[in-house]
């Protein structure tokens, strides 16, 4: 199918964008996307898409940022970039480190410059919902409207309903690193981008090595964590393992000889096959069944799978089978485990009692981990001496509380957060005391208010009669 790439403006690209989705969705594959990733809006949009990133402030090997794009006249922009489409040759990547968590590691990214991250982005804009049309629902990593709160409460649904107790949890060894180039490709073709024009320049992309410590460095393998086409890669990579693993039990081939998938899953039953049931989150990923033998079998098999079908390593020391009613498997931040039976108001109103109940709550050594972080925000106020600097400070602090709170408030957290509210209290009263030598411990004049009076997000304080530190600004 050609795509229609006339397009006029950013609302006529985001309706040609949901008929690329609803083609794919029926299997049709597409050329002619060329021309509408170098269509003028799609530049526009990709370049509006980068400029409200936090990452459009830093820059590639070529030391520019996105202001220097933006200071551009229109017309002198788009020419730029549709010329450097046209003449496709990415400069190399820049090598950065940063901390893998507190594990003393560092993680490697790739930061390209900011032309190649507007052309990834108006290739990321136009063949992201082809793809989208033909991923699997359960994979919920780099994904729009999905999130991890999606793949832990899938995970908590099918415990609590099919009272699966067994968990594979995978772990692939250098994924991004070690993904196929030509392999990616084919898949890509496989998906609908037929177009080979843009897969030239997704390979030339795939292909722009890295530049670290001055020294050039060939990339013959992998898509560096960094760029922002990878994250859609990387799940192009593992789509057909996710439907591997569904074709064995939740989509089977049967399913096509009976009137429901329903029926095609009991046939399985009775023939032996035990149900499997897969959720991915990027290469994070958990495989839950009903006995050991079985995720031992499965495992056996998965391992034979990556290594020839995708060439890649199942992680020995990761990838694990975990007996969740003995040990919590964590996954994603929080700690999954099989409580004891429980009795619950069935839908007719009767009591029933269930045989496995899922609990969900927070893994505490990677909410210790952003806590830590928040502590540490809040101890800086002590070498802050501009009352308008404090309050920035205390904005970002409140605004990290926030993040850490509404990611975990999903799972089973009262008494954890309650704890660590005693424990911010502590330091918010001996950080106050070092600001305010002369106020008694910041206890009068003001230095702890009740939160309803605050004037700083007054919506979420003004139920709250609990005291808390602040500082006054004129």
């Not at 049967?254 to 991915?280: D, H, I, M």
């Not at 002369?438 to 939160?451: D, R």
Request: glycine content about 6%.
């Amino acid at each position: 199918m050609r795509v229609q790439n006339q397009v006029e403006s950013e609302y006529g690209l985001k309706a040609t964008l949901d008929t690329l989705y609803k083609h794919s969705k029926e299997g049709k594959s597409f050329t002619g996307l060329y021309e509408l990733i170098k269509n003028e809006h799609t530049i526009i949009t990709a370049i509006h898409n980068i400029k409200s990133n936090k990452g459009s402030k830093t820059a590639g090997i070529d030391k520019k940022v996105v202001k220097y794009y933006l200071q551009m006249p229109r017309e002198k922009l788009i020419h730029t970039i549709r010329t450097a489409m046209d003449n496709y040759n990415p400069k190399p990547v820049r090598r950065h480190y940063i901390p893998k968590g507190k594990t003393g590691k560092m993680r490697p990214l790739g930061i390209p410059t900011i032309q190649d991250r507007i052309i990834q982005e108006c290739t990321r804009i136009v063949i992201e919902p082809i793809l989208e049309a033909k991923f699997y629902p359960h994979s919920y990593g780099f994904r729009p409207y999905r999130s991890t709160h999606h793949a832990i409460a899938r995970l908590a649904s099918l415990i609590n309903v099919g009272e699966y107790k067994f968990a594979i949890e995978g772990d692939i060894k250098g994924y991004f690193d070690n993904i196929n180039h030509s392999l990616l490709l084919r898949k890509l073709h496989k998906l609908g981008i037929i177009d080979r024009r843009v897969l030239m320049v997704i390979k030339k992309m795939l292909k722009a090595g890295i530049m670290e410590n001055n020294r050039f460095e060939k990339s013959s393998l992998g898509s560096p964590q960094g760029g922002i086409i990878s994250p859609l890669l990387s799940n192009v990579y593992l789509n057909d393992f996710d439907w591997t693993v569904s074709s064995w039990y939740e989509n089977t081939y049967l399913s096509k000889y009976y009137a429901t998938a329903k029926n095609a899953r009991r046939k399985l039953r009775q023939n032996g096959l035990e149900p499997v049931f897969l959720v991915r989150y990027a290469d994070d990923w958990v495989i839950l069944t009903k006995t050991k033998d079985e995720a031992e079998r499965r495992l056996k098999m998965l391992d034979k799978y990556f290594s020839h079908k995708l060439r890649l390593t199942l992680s020995p020391d990761k990838t694990i089978i975990t007996d969740l009613t003995e040990k919590p498997m964590s996954f994603l931040g929080f700690n999954i485990q099989v409580d004891k039976p429980r009795t619950f108001t069935g839908r007719t109103g009767k009591l029933r009692k269930r045989k496995l109940t899922c609990k969900v709550y927070p893994n505490p050594k990677k909410l210790n981990e952003g806590f830590r972080e928040i502590l540490d925000k809040i101890k800086t106020l002590k070498k802050v001496t501009c009352e308008y600097q404090r309050a920035v400070v205390i904005e970002e602090a409140n605004s990290m509380i926030i993040g850490l709170s509404q990611y975990y408030n999903k799972s089973i957290c009262s008494k954890m957060f309650s704890s660590l509210d005693n424990k911010l209290f502590k330091v918010c009263h001996y950080t106050w005391k070092a600001m305010f030598p002369n106020q008694n411990g910041g206890k009068p004049n003001g230095l702890t208010v009740m939160a309803k009076e605050l004037s700083n997000r007054p919506a979420r304080h003004e139920k709250y009669t609990s005291k808390c530190h602040a500082v006054k600004l004129e």
